[in-house]
């Protein structure tokens, strides 16, 4: 059931040069939060849209938010400062859904990874995560990870940092080496989702992706965040934002 | 505080206030319903109907714009019989006047949706005219008053007992001229307005924003444009209006009022705050009881222009 909060900045952080981290007094909406789900933040009077921001962690009444300061409402929205107060709708759509056993590969690229903390942490099989990101600088969440004791393997567009490459390579390690991972979740650009996809189809294992497009309500009643799945136009905010890989119109 | 009688009578229908949601912005109700009990408002305008179920247009359907956003959703839709069967059942149980709202290719398949609704229980239907008539090279039915007019009549001739409000395109040199003809045609009411044509490009990909390029604007940017289109329309015709375009607070749905709307419906507003509704409802409610009215419908036509 979604709800609007107005929720209070616990604490505000910033981790690389355009990636920021807000911890949010959240209440009930907190504790309804479900990975892979996302709120929806008024940024400001100026901007008419609110912004969906994937659920990076959520413990009990705090939730957390991390995103790059892109355009306008994010740029606004990395400006919050501890005490401030945000304008929140959540918890929004349909997040993933953990198979029956086994472990879970978690899958992030660049500013996909955040949601994919939560995801990891809450699998009742355990979870590994493979991570891309653009170089070194870009790294994010990596020590939040560890704290949650999810292990994980790195790749980097120019080898900075890890493996030189794209993720989808350190996913077919894994499931070269762990029959135990019965499902794929993945989150970032649609080319990464596409490729992680391919990788897990290769080994047989279901895989499920976080996709994007623009808002406008985020509640499912506009219609607007269309995304082809299975031949028809489903809604990113509602249906989704998580699809079955293998439905996706890719 | 005095009370003040916030019912309304738009065209023979009898809401308990004047705030209505605009076509396409609240799908059928459910969504936001689980924020509030939708029987909160005056009533509610579905989502565009058409005869067949569509798809709708590829996306992006939205960009934001100053003040405003553009969309090009394209009547993605369960068709009028999805909506009898599954939709209007649920609505029905709730407080809230039902308003369908049909779009049809040709005046034939808007004669024969009116037929359908006649007896399905909604309270009225919106007739939108800012379709391409596809007999007619595409142009649009709102744009040229007599193909207004042959719409208004078919929809008239199927809708039985059903009051027919016909919605209004803004994209016209003269709406006064569309209005005439719809309220000759015999149209029971009139609602407006509906998206401007507008467009937006991204500069460094020298792309529209939208897939289908261009699109309709709406939002707080339109709302000047909407008040005075209200107020040219009321000056004309005798049946009665109801306004939108940009309504996102009590003040805005009260210059409606004034300019002669008899009930105005908030939309885009929705998606900033599902609330949105009815904070207007209770603050046009502050704003007549302030001016001492007995009766919300008092401020209809009470602008005194210069
Ligand atoms: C379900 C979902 C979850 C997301 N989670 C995160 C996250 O955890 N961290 C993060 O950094 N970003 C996330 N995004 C992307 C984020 O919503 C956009 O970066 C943000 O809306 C851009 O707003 P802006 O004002 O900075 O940019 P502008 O370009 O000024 O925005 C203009 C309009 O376009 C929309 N828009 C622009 N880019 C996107 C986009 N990629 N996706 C959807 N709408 C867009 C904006 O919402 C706004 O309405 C997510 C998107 C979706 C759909
Ligand atoms: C996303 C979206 C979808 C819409 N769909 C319809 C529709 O199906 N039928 C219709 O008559 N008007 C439709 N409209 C127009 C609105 O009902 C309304 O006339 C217009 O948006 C102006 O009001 P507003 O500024 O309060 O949104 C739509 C508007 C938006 C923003
Ligand atoms: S944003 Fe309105 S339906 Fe998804």
């Not at chain 1, 990596?142 to 350190?170: C, M, Q």
């Not at chain 1, 019965?182 to 279901?206: D, H, N, W, Y």
């Not at chain 2, 395109?169 to 000759?184: C, F, G, L, M, Q």
């Not at chain 2, 908030?266 to 302030?290: M, N, Q, S, W, Y």
Request: glycine letters at 12%; one cysteine or more; aromatic letters at 6%.
């Amino acid at each position: 059931m979604p709800m609007q909060n107005i929720c209070r900045v616990l604490q505000a952080e910033q981790l690389t040069a355009d990636v920021f981290s807000l911890l949010l007094e959240a209440g009930a909406l907190a504790r309804a939060a479900k990975p892979g789900q996302f709120v929806n933040i008024k940024c400001g009077e100026g901007n008419l849209l609110r912004r969906p921001i994937s659920i990076c962690d959520a413990e009990g009444d705090t939730l957390r938010v991390v995103f790059q300061a892109k355009g306008e409402g994010t740029r606004w929205l990395a400006q919050r400062r501890s005490g401030d107060e945000l304008d929140v709708l959540g918890p929004l759509g349909h997040g993933y859904d953990y198979p029956e056993t086994g472990k879970v590969l978690v899958v992030g690229g660049g500013i996909g990874v955040p949601p994919m903390l939560l995801a990891g942490k809450r699998a009742p099989g355990g979870a590994v995560a493979a991570v891309g990101f653009r170089d070194q600088s870009a790294c994010i969440l990596l020590e939040d990870f560890e704290e949650a004791n999810i292990p994980v393997k790195i790749a980097s567009d120019n080898g900075t940092v890890g493996h030189h490459g794209f993720v989808d390579a350190l996913v077919r390690e894994y499931l070269t080496e762990d029959k135990t991972i019965s499902a794929v979740f993945a989150c970032g650009p649609r080319p990464m989702l596409k490729s992680v996809f391919t990788a897990a189809k290769e080994f047989g294992v279901p895989c499920f992706v976080s996709m994007e497009e623009r808002m406008g309500c985020g509640i499912g009643a506009c219609l607007v965040c269309a995304c082809s799945v299975g031949g028809h136009y489903r809604h990113v905010c509602k249906d989704g934002p998580v699809f079955n890989a293998e439905e996706v119109d890719w | 505080m005095k009370h003040v009688d916030m019912s309304v009578n738009l065209a023979g229908m009898v809401m308990k206030n004047p705030v209505v949601v605009a076509s396409g912005t609240y799908g059928f109700g459910r969504e936001f319903n689980e924020f509030y009990d939708i029987s909160a408002l005056g009533g509610i305008c579905c989502k565009g109907l058409t005869l067949h179920p569509r798809e709708g247009n590829p996306p992006p359907r939205i960009a934001e714009t100053p003040s405003g956003i553009l969309n090009s959703v394209g009547l993605q839709n369960p068709g009028v019989d999805g909506f009898i069967a599954h939709e209007l059942p649920w609505l029905r149980q709730r407080d809230v006047k039902i308003i369908a709202n049909i779009s049809g290719n040709t005046p034939e398949e808007y004669g024969i949706m009116c037929e359908k609704l006649s007896d399905s229980g909604v309270d009225m239907i919106e007739v939108n005219v800012s379709c391409p008539n596809v007999k007619c090279g595409g142009l649009q039915y709102g744009t040229v008053p007599a193909m207004t007019a042959e719409v208004t009549e078919q929809a008239k001739k199927h809708a039985g007992n059903v009051p027919v409000m016909i919605k209004l395109s803004p994209n016209v040199t003269d709406i006064t001229a569309i209005a005439r003809a719809v309220e000759d045609a015999g149209a029971d009411a009139v609602s407006l307005i509906n998206t401007i044509r507008g467009m937006r490009i991204d500069v460094n990909t020298r792309r529209p924003i939208l897939h289908m390029n261009t699109g309709g604007l709406s939002g707080p940017a339109v709302l000047p444009v909407a008040v005075r289109m209200v107020w040219e329309v009321a000056n004309t015709v005798k049946i009665p209006i109801l306004g939108m375009g940009g309504v996102a607070k009590a003040e805005d749905a009260a210059q409606m009022m004034l300019a002669g709307a008899t009930a105005v419906a908030v939309g885009t507003a929705c998606f900033a705050d599902p609330f949105a509704p009815v904070k207007v409802r209770d603050g046009l409610e502050a704003i007549a009881a302030a001016q001492g009215l007995s009766r919300v419908g008092e401020l209809t036509g009470g602008v005194r222009p210069w």
